[in-house]
């Protein structure tokens, strides 16, 4: 018999139901997001790239137009971002703006990530650079900025990965499918969730929250289904973005689903339906899967 969840676990179900939490923490939130997920692909793509040190260098290579494109972005946009230079002082630029912005400094295990742009900030006055290009972005734009990461990173590495790992886009929807459940299994225990629709479309825009997916959303749910539907994430808009991309992150919203017992479909993309939102549809899971995964959960 689960637990009942804890009082801490209620108040933090409570906040993200109500979509309340301060713009400073969702900042944090998403940074620590994109270090855990960096993280995640390190040691999920290892295997396939020559072990830890190789995927490593993978990744951080596969970063840097990403981050030289966000770079350009917010020179655009801020004036406290100078123009991005291609020199060695230009790309060290680049990795303590985007360093700081991810907040690099409280996940120090995550500064391989930017050992292509010379690494993230670490002395006082390399910290004092990053805040001094950080200064003419408020709370919310630096939570916006890092909520663009996530997507572009995907495209990033479905661009320039297969080159070495041809099954790039398999492999990472099955990393995304598999994250997926271990995070719908842990939510539900903590949570004190029964296997309700209602409740898994809750977690669902948990996940999606912090990360702006779907930003502005709408839904509803019954005994057995649900739907839930929602305007452009904040990479649509991104080059190379496309429907295959939506397919892939799908899997993460998959795998939360199956830890339900439900059957996530992906309905439509305005990728590829076009119009303005997406939408998502969850039913039952029938069979053999069910069975693996009732197995699994008592596991």
């Not at 006082?124 to 001094?132: F, Q």
């Not at 993460?252 to 059957?263: C, E, P, V, W």
Request: charged share 25%.
């Amino acid at each position: 018999m689960a637990r009942p969840p804890t009082l801490l676990a209620r108040g933090v179900r409570e906040v993200f139901r109500r979509e309340q939490i301060p713009t400073r923490l969702l900042w944090w939130f998403a940074a620590e997001g994109m270090a855990e997920w960096f993280e995640l692909l390190r040691r999920e793509l290892g295997p396939h790239l020559g072990g830890l040190a190789g995927a490593e260098t993978a990744l951080a290579a596969v970063a840097v137009p990403l981050f030289q494109r966000r770079h350009d972005v917010l020179h655009a946009r801020f004036r406290s971002v100078p123009a991005r230079a291609d020199d060695l002082a230009g790309r060290r630029d680049t990795g303590l703006l985007l360093g700081g912005l991810l907040r690099i400094a409280r996940k120090p295990e995550a500064r391989w990530v930017f050992g292509e742009l010379g690494g993230a900030p670490r002395t006082v006055a390399e910290h004092l650079r990053a805040e001094t290009m950080m200064q003419g972005l408020s709370l919310h734009d630096r939570w916006v900025e890092v909520t663009h990461h996530l997507g572009e990173l995907l495209v990033a590495m479905t661009e320039h990965l297969p080159a070495r790992l041809p099954r790039v886009r398999p492999i990472l929807g099955e990393i995304c499918t598999a994250a997926g459940e271990r995070f719908g299994r842990k939510m539900r225990l903590a949570f004190g969730m029964d296997a309700s629709p209602a409740n898994a479309l809750e977690l669902l825009r948990m996940s999606e929250y912090v990360f702006r997916v779907n930003p502005s959303h709408w839904g509803d749910s019954g005994p057995t289904t649900g739907w839930l539907e929602g305007t452009a994430c904040p990479w649509y808009a991104s080059p190379g973005w496309n429907g295959a991309h939506c397919g892939i992150f799908g899997q993460f919203q998959s795998g939360i689903s199956a830890a339900f017992g439900l059957r996530y479909h992906l309905t439509s993309t305005i990728p590829k339906n076009g119009g303005h939102t997406c939408r998502i549809d969850v039913r039952p899971i029938e069979g053999d899967r069910l069975v693996r995964l009732r197995r699994g959960e008592a596991a």
